[in-house]
Nanobody
Framework: QVQLVESGGGLVQPGGSLRLSCAAS????????MAWFRQAPGKEREFVATIGRSAGNTAYADSVRGRFTISRDNAKNTVYLQMNSTNPEDTAVYYC?????????????????WGRGTQVTVSS
């Protein structure tokens, strides 16, 4: 069992940057593949980025590739999402998720553990 807590959300102007953090407790993070999802009002939760147990394997949604970077620090039991060149379409609640295993998966149903989310609003 692992508990996930997101932080770092807030208001950012278009074109600005924000870094989200996901702190894990309960089990060592190193055994889990991790991911970020997001959900905008009235829309389904969608995949943003995922990272394997070793930091070298990552995958991104087309909408964020080249702007967002997912990373992890297993010693700190923390996963990050660096968001650059943000736009209003990035406004959503961002969720951290974890699953045991090696594969990089993009479906919400593939993940066993979820945080409660952190709100990101991109607006001038």
């Amino acid at each position: 069992q692992v508990q996930l807590v997101e932080s770092g959300g807030g208001l950012v102007q278009p074109g600005g940057s924000l870094r989200l953090s996901c702190a894990a407790s309960g089990r060592t993070l190193g055994i889990y593949a991790m991911a970020w999802f997001r959900q905008a009002p009235g829309k389904e939760r969608e995949f943003v980025a995922t990272i394997g147990r070793s930091a070298g394997n990552t995958a991104y949604a087309d909408s964020v590739r080249g702007r967002f970077t997912i990373s992890r620090d297993n010693a700190k039991n923390t996963v990050y999402l660096q968001m650059n060149s943000t736009n209003p379409e990035d406004t959503a609640v961002y969720y951290c998720a974890a699953r045991p295993g090696l594969a990089l998966l993009t479906r919400t149903s593939s993940y066993d553990y979820w945080g409660r989310g952190t709100q990101v609003t991109v607006s001038s």
